[in-house]
């Protein structure tokens, strides 16, 4: 049996934006530890099984949230799982949809899961695309991409990840994501905790109850290295153009 | 002779000129400055111009210039056949091609993105729908209202031929008058999972697709069957010329898009026959003891199967790149599965070369230093057999650094 089991949750419908970049993370983090981790996938129709440590829901193309959110309601074991020590990931439409109500582009409201005290509705002028660059005071310095047309509003019971420097993020008062103990939802596509260490050794962390002792990725460093530099220099281009 | 004929000519002429300047004072293509001059001064003339020639469009996210190339050398068999053999898929490029076009026939590769504006402008006789998968991501997010604005556009066409798996290019070619299928003989396999009708999830997913609103996997008059191509139940053979099971799938569509007016045996042949490289894909170049091949790869679905088609023993050399239409996201690189290239000498260059190498390095694959030049990179690698992957920006500079015309 793995030290650790994660999931990715209907990848045919939610994992369509390299969501399983953020598993493949958890496992190369996992092993540098020297902790065995299985990788699953949990398809459409199959039962959410109770013995996983990290749920992964990611993104879906806004047809796919209604059916979605029907098949996820069906499943005990998500709603239940923060009960049992284990993380529940949201990314994009996996970060909606663990809310309470979400407003799709039609119009059209749905019920959430519930599971954050957020509610999401679509940003009101364009999608947010590109890189964006977040500080957290739990997380220190975050950044990724994200691509996304939808504006999370959080109640009181959840803080943000943390604030928005480049980017859109939830849409407004420059925050991103939410977190509620062990249930986290994030508008950083796809391999967020690639590109963020932290971010991932924070979600094993949830996991497996244990302190994790700090380890250096030197290729991961560099590549946080050349995208801040790049930032930097399209913020610097952005200044020249206004001029 | 008409004032608008008058106007045409006089436009023509301009671009023309234009056009010639732009190839040999700037050394570009010519088509794209000659395109936008004919649009600016004659686009009325242009509409009118294409509804004299017969032409069929080709499209999907991946294997349009291959599939393209393939037709036209099918239709070759019975007659001359303009096509824009250069890539240029937009408005202007599109426009220059059927400005200069002599021949009746014309096969336009078109930009998934420009059909419904290709439709409107050129009155297509057909229109052949490949694939939709995920690409350019920052500027394309979903597929299903892509599908959907091809099934407006198709409702102005009167054949459309479509690949039989893949559910939102079936029902976007419903769309159309008449419709004709072939089928890849691997199941379903795209990225499709609901109903591009209804919304409702498809069922029946690995071999035929239905869903219980009626829509459903059409029967295919082209199939492959054991790599196999069979047309209205005769068999033809093994298609090779070009490497991948893509390719064989790429030949059994333009077998369907031709089956009317070319007999299908004479047309396989000639597609063997012609299509050997496509703007420099697939081509074979030595440079110094390193017997490369070039292959572009430029979505998840693109580099699944561009990695499916490495030789065996050959080393590997990955140019990354995200820029211009490459697009700016590379988080997809994560919906690629590079495992199968452990164990192999692997070296990557490109302007992303670093995002690569990180995906690599979580696959279990060490690539070592990182590459500015493509030629470095090469050079690290041992002699012999070197397979070379780029995104499509990057494949300009492959080309560019390793003297590929």
Redesign the interface.
């Given at each position: 049996m793995p030290d650790l089991t994660v999931a990715i949750v209907y990848p045919?419908?939610l994992g369509?934006?390299?969501?399983?970049?953020n598993a493949?993370?958890l496992r190369?983090r996992a092993e540098l530890r020297g902790l065995s981790c299985e990788v699953r996938d949990i398809h459409?129709g199959e039962a959410l099984p109770e013995a996983v440590d990290v749920y992964i829901i990611g993104g879906g193309?806004?047809?796919?949230l209604?059916?979605a959110i029907r098949e996820l309601r069906s499943q005990r074991a998500l709603v239940g799982a923060p009960d049992r020590g284990a993380v529940v990931l949201g990314v994009c439409a996996g970060f909606q949809l663990l809310g309470r109500r979400l407003e799709a582009p039609d119009g059209s409201s749905v019920e959430g899961l519930g599971m954050l005290d957020i509610e999401s509705r679509p940003l009101p002028d364009r999608?947010a695309?590109?890189?964006i660059a977040v500080q957290s005071p739990l997380l220190g310095e975050l950044q990724g991409?994200e691509?996304h047309r939808g504006d999370a509003l959080l109640g009181e019971g959840v803080t943000p990840i943390g604030t928005v420097e480049h980017g859109v993020g939830n849409g407004h008062g420059n925050q991103e994501g939410a977190i509620d103990g062990n249930v986290v939802g994030t508008y950083l596509?796809?391999?967020a905790l690639?590109r963020n260490p932290v971010f991932a050794d924070y979600v094993l962390a949830g996991a497996t109850g244990a302190e994790l002792e700090p380890v250096e990725d030197e290729?991961?460093e560099?590549?946080r290295a050349?995208r801040r530099a790049a930032l930097v220099h399209e913020r610097r281009g952005r200044r020249r153009r206004r001029w | 002779m008409t004032g608008i004929s008058i106007r045409y000519r006089a436009a023509l002429a301009l671009a023309r000129a234009l056009a010639w300047a732009s190839r040999h004072l700037l050394h570009r293509g010519g088509n794209v400055i000659g395109g936008a001059v004919m649009l600016r001064l004659a686009g009325g003339g242009i509409a009118a111009k294409a509804r004299r020639h017969r032409i069929t469009i080709v499209t999907g996210t991946n294997g349009k210039s291959t599939t393209t190339a393939m037709i036209t050398a099918a239709l070759r068999v019975r007659g001359a056949v303009d096509t824009n053999a250069d890539g240029s898929n937009t408005s202007h490029g599109l426009a220059w091609c059927v400005a200069t076009a002599k021949a009746h026939e014309i096969v336009l590769e078109v930009d998934e993105s420009w059909l419904p504006w290709a439709v409107d402008t050129f009155g297509p006789a057909a229109a052949v729908l490949l694939n939709l998968t995920?690409d350019q991501?920052?500027r394309r997010?979903?597929?299903?209202p892509m599908a959907a604005a091809w099934r407006t556009a198709l409702q102005a066409v009167p054949c459309a031929v479509a690949v039989a798996e893949d559910p939102a290019v079936v029902w976007a070619a419903y769309g159309a008058r008449r419709t004709e299928f072939a089928s890849t003989g691997d199941g379903w396999t795209s990225?499709t999972?609901?109903c591009p009708q209804c919304?409702?999830?498809l069922h029946d997913?690995r071999e035929v697709w239905a869903c219980n609103c009626g829509l459903t996997m059409p029967a295919a008059t082209v199939e492959i069957r054991d790599q196999r191509i069979v047309v209205d139940g005769q068999d033809l053979g093994i298609y090779e010329r070009l490497p991948g099971h893509v390719n064989v799938v790429n030949a059994a569509v333009a077998l369907a898009a031709t089956r009317d007016q070319v007999e299908p045996t004479r047309a396989l042949a000639a597609i063997a026959e012609q299509v050997g490289d496509v703007a420099g894909r697939y081509r074979d170049v030595t440079v110094e003891g390193r017997r490369t091949r070039l292959l572009l790869a430029k979505n998840p679905a693109g580099w699944q199967a561009v990695l499916g088609m490495l030789r065996e023993g050959a080393s590997i050399l990955l140019v990354f790149s995200a820029e211009g239409v490459d697009g700016?996201?590379?988080?997809?690189?994560?919906?690629v599965s590079f495992e199968g290239l452990r164990g192999r000498p692997t070296a990557v260059a490109g302007q992303r070369g670093?995002?690569l190498?990180?995906r690599l390095?979580?696959?279990g694959i060490d690539v070592g230093d990182l590459h500015r030049s493509v030629r470095s990179a090469l050079m690290a690698l041992p002699e012999g057999e070197v397979d070379v992957v780029a995104t499509y920006a990057s494949f300009q500079t492959v080309r560019r650094e390793l003297h590929v015309a």
């Amino acid at each position: 049996m793995p030290d650790l089991t994660v999931a990715i949750v209907y990848p045919e419908l939610l994992g369509l934006y390299a969501d399983r970049g953020n598993a493949i993370a958890l496992r190369h983090r996992a092993e540098l530890r020297g902790l065995s981790c299985e990788v699953r996938d949990i398809h459409l129709g199959e039962a959410l099984p109770e013995a996983v440590d990290v749920y992964i829901i990611g993104g879906g193309e806004d047809a796919a949230l209604g059916p979605a959110i029907r098949e996820l309601r069906s499943q005990r074991a998500l709603v239940g799982a923060p009960d049992r020590g284990a993380v529940v990931l949201g990314v994009c439409a996996g970060f909606q949809l663990l809310g309470r109500r979400l407003e799709a582009p039609d119009g059209s409201s749905v019920e959430g899961l519930g599971m954050l005290d957020i509610e999401s509705r679509p940003l009101p002028d364009r999608r947010a695309v590109g890189e964006i660059a977040v500080q957290s005071p739990l997380l220190g310095e975050l950044q990724g991409f994200e691509n996304h047309r939808g504006d999370a509003l959080l109640g009181e019971g959840v803080t943000p990840i943390g604030t928005v420097e480049h980017g859109v993020g939830n849409g407004h008062g420059n925050q991103e994501g939410a977190i509620d103990g062990n249930v986290v939802g994030t508008y950083l596509h796809g391999p967020a905790l690639v590109r963020n260490p932290v971010f991932a050794d924070y979600v094993l962390a949830g996991a497996t109850g244990a302190e994790l002792e700090p380890v250096e990725d030197e290729l991961v460093e560099r590549l946080r290295a050349e995208r801040r530099a790049a930032l930097v220099h399209e913020r610097r281009g952005r200044r020249r153009r206004r001029w | 002779m008409t004032g608008i004929s008058i106007r045409y000519r006089a436009a023509l002429a301009l671009a023309r000129a234009l056009a010639w300047a732009s190839r040999h004072l700037l050394h570009r293509g010519g088509n794209v400055i000659g395109g936008a001059v004919m649009l600016r001064l004659a686009g009325g003339g242009i509409a009118a111009k294409a509804r004299r020639h017969r032409i069929t469009i080709v499209t999907g996210t991946n294997g349009k210039s291959t599939t393209t190339a393939m037709i036209t050398a099918a239709l070759r068999v019975r007659g001359a056949v303009d096509t824009n053999a250069d890539g240029s898929n937009t408005s202007h490029g599109l426009a220059w091609c059927v400005a200069t076009a002599k021949a009746h026939e014309i096969v336009l590769e078109v930009d998934e993105s420009w059909l419904p504006w290709a439709v409107d402008t050129f009155g297509p006789a057909a229109a052949v729908l490949l694939n939709l998968t995920r690409d350019q991501l920052h500027r394309r997010p979903e597929i299903q209202p892509m599908a959907a604005a091809w099934r407006t556009a198709l409702q102005a066409v009167p054949c459309a031929v479509a690949v039989a798996e893949d559910p939102a290019v079936v029902w976007a070619a419903y769309g159309a008058r008449r419709t004709e299928f072939a089928s890849t003989g691997d199941g379903w396999t795209s990225d499709t999972v609901l109903c591009p009708q209804c919304g409702e999830v498809l069922h029946d997913r690995r071999e035929v697709w239905a869903c219980n609103c009626g829509l459903t996997m059409p029967a295919a008059t082209v199939e492959i069957r054991d790599q196999r191509i069979v047309v209205d139940g005769q068999d033809l053979g093994i298609y090779e010329r070009l490497p991948g099971h893509v390719n064989v799938v790429n030949a059994a569509v333009a077998l369907a898009a031709t089956r009317d007016q070319v007999e299908p045996t004479r047309a396989l042949a000639a597609i063997a026959e012609q299509v050997g490289d496509v703007a420099g894909r697939y081509r074979d170049v030595t440079v110094e003891g390193r017997r490369t091949r070039l292959l572009l790869a430029k979505n998840p679905a693109g580099w699944q199967a561009v990695l499916g088609m490495l030789r065996e023993g050959a080393s590997i050399l990955l140019v990354f790149s995200a820029e211009g239409v490459d697009g700016r996201d590379t988080t997809w690189l994560y919906d690629v599965s590079f495992e199968g290239l452990r164990g192999r000498p692997t070296a990557v260059a490109g302007q992303r070369g670093t995002d690569l190498a990180v995906r690599l390095h979580l696959d279990g694959i060490d690539v070592g230093d990182l590459h500015r030049s493509v030629r470095s990179a090469l050079m690290a690698l041992p002699e012999g057999e070197v397979d070379v992957v780029a995104t499509y920006a990057s494949f300009q500079t492959v080309r560019r650094e390793l003297h590929v015309a």
